[in-house]
């Protein structure tokens, strides 16, 4: 029973510092359109001149 106990406080961590994680990433990365995404990308342009 001691094995399952600390198996989901392990779980509870992982979740927790999953949770963290992505608070993190919603805060600190800005939505940005499609076009927008591509136009910060180095040689975009060049790329979709070939589509």
Do not use: C, H, N
């Amino acid at each position: 029973m001691d094995f399952v106990i600390q198996w989901l406080w392990y779980l509870l961590a992982f979740v927790v510092g999953s949770l963290v994680a992505w608070l993190i990433s919603v805060v600190a990365v800005k939505p940005t359109s499609e076009e927008e995404a591509f136009a910060e990308l180095p040689g975009s342009r060049e790329i979709g001149a070939r589509r």
